[in-house]
Nanobody, 122 residues
Framework: QVQLVESGGGLVQAGGSLRLSCAAS????????MGWFRRAPGKEREFVAAISRSDDSTYYADSVKGRFTISRDNAKNTVYLQMNSLKPEDTGVYYC???????????????WGQGTQVTVSS
């Protein structure tokens, strides 16, 4: 089992920044991919970013490339999502997830955190 706890969400003005954290515990080594997804009001959950444990490869949705950065601290078992130049359309609940297969497919992730709300005002 893997337990994931997100933190760092909040209310920010457009153009601002936030850093989300995902603290992982349990058998984290059993899952290669750590990903961030978000769900905007009335929309499906969508991929934001992912990082591979095996080779540190990173992956981003086109909508966040150049603005968001995913990273991890193995010593702290924590994954981060640095979000810069935030836009109102970035508003949503952000979820951390752990999985082993395709990095952008929610169904391929086995463990999920409870989510943290990010609200970007215009």
């Amino acid at each position: 089992q893997v337990q994931l706890v997100e933190s760092g969400g909040g209310l920010v003005q457009a153009g601002g920044s936030l850093r989300l954290s995902c603290a992982a515990s349990g058998r984290t080594f059993s899952r290669d991919k750590m990903g961030w997804f978000r769900r905007a009001p009335g929309k499906e959950r969508e991929f934001v970013a992912a990082i591979s444990r095996s080779d540190d490869s990173t992956y981003y949705a086109d909508s966040v490339k150049g603005r968001f950065t995913i990273s991890r601290d193995n010593a702290k078992n924590t994954v981060y999502l640095q979000m810069n130049s935030l836009k109102p359309e970035d508003t949503g609940v952000y979820y951390c997830a752990a999985g082993s297969k395709r990095y952008s497919i929610p169904a391929d992730y086995d463990f999920w955190g409870q989510g943290t709300q990010v609200t970007v005002s215009s």
